[in-house]
């Protein structure tokens, strides 16, 4: 039986901005305030999935979140028609009113955890969309996000869909930013490993002093029991906090993991050589490449200004790995020279791929956040909505789509606008038409 792992891409939004509300978050604080492409950065997302495509790649297409979320402002004391709900938003906190515009759903590494059939105890693939709880810009998305994984992976005999954690810190759950498999082929059972930040009930337990700590171990626990995970197989690392503090929000700023293949720096993780020993035991016969950037070599700072470990490892079906690096790599001359050695070593990895990401890399996401991953059985891959697998000619339609509706540029003062939420609104009702998921967002429901 054919067994893949499929990438899904988020969409980039029509509202996509730059309103610097991610703290913690070096990238989006520092170009807060900018002018953004919205329809640039929603092409360049598009050409990200053709390249993979082209590549002999599964790929697929996850939809955006409805942008602005009225039903948010109105639930905060804004008042009257639509029109005025952003106008009052606008006048009186226009902080709230950014991010309820915020695009951040662009980045599906952040929209849930997923575990495929082979790991869980009812033989489905799992998802647990992310709660997002950290920052009130990406809390809101949770439930959207669930429709749209519902109607994308609609088969109740194959895929299991849970609610989103409770909406709490104790539980705070980034997704799969913070969560990787590794196995020997994608139809074998592998192993999970989750990485956190902080221990919510034990304040105790190391934690980062500056910026907060997304993740929480309590939260991938809860999701490895809601996936019906095999302890035995399962891993949960704690992520150093001293990075953390320096700007590494999430694991996949700092790791990245492709079957038995772990590309890490080496100030990851707090108890490194413990976690890898665990992996590697739990991994059983299948041996693992561990591949170790040493401080000297990439620095921390040069490794989030570049998002080297936010990039993509994928196997090609010639059974190689590949990079997909952003253009930021190639740009930053320590990394790039370490790329350059990386692919004459002993491992998997045999080649670097560069793409221009660049309006997702100012916003603070790179080739990693703007996928989520999921391996399908053929069974499986035959099950998932036919409409959301990127194809030359849905390419081709989105492209069309993007530039019917998206705007060239998109200031914060334009926020304010009310014929931007009509245009956003248009766009997304066309797309949940391109995609053929029926009624996924509020405003379509009346």
Known sequence: MQHVEMNFDGLVGPTHNYAGLSYGNVASLNNAKGVSQPKQAALQGLVKMKTLADLGMHQGVLAPQARPDLSVLRRLGFTGNDAQVLNKAAKSDPVILSACYSASSMWTANAATVSPSADTSDGKVHFTPANLTNKFHRSIEPTVTGNILQATFADPSVFMHHQHLPENDHFGDEGAANHTRFCSGYEQSGVEFFVYGRTAFDASKPMPKKFPARQTLEASQAVARLHGLNADKTVFALQNPDVIDQGVFHNDVISVGNQNVLFYHEQAFAETQTVLDEIQRKMGDTPMHFIHVPSEQVSINDAVRS????????????????????????????????????????????????????????????????????????????????????????????????????????????????????????????????????????????
Request: hydrophobic share 40%; charged share 15%.
């Open 307 to 446: 998002y080297l470990f936010n990039t993509q490892i994928i196997t090609l079906p010639n059974g190689e790995m590949t990079i997909i690096a952003p253009m930021e790599c190639h740009e930053n001359v320590a990394v790039r020279q370490y790329l350059a050695h990386l692919i004459t070593l002993n491992t998997p990895i045999k080649q670097v791929q560069y793409i221009d990401v660049k309006q997702s890399m100012q916003n603070g996401g790179g080739p990693a956040c703007l996928r989520l991953r999921v391996a399908l059985n053929a069974t499986e891959l035959n099950a998932i909505n036919p409409a959301t697998r990127l194809t030359n000619a849905k390419f081709e339609q989105l492209n069309q789509w993007v530039n019917s509706h998206y705007r060239d540029e998109l200031a914060i003062a334009d926020l304010a606008d009310p014929s931007l939420l009509l245009e956003s609104q248009t766009a997304l009702d066309e797309l949940t038409q391109i995609l053929n998921l029926g009624s996924v967002y509020p405003f379509q429901l009346g």
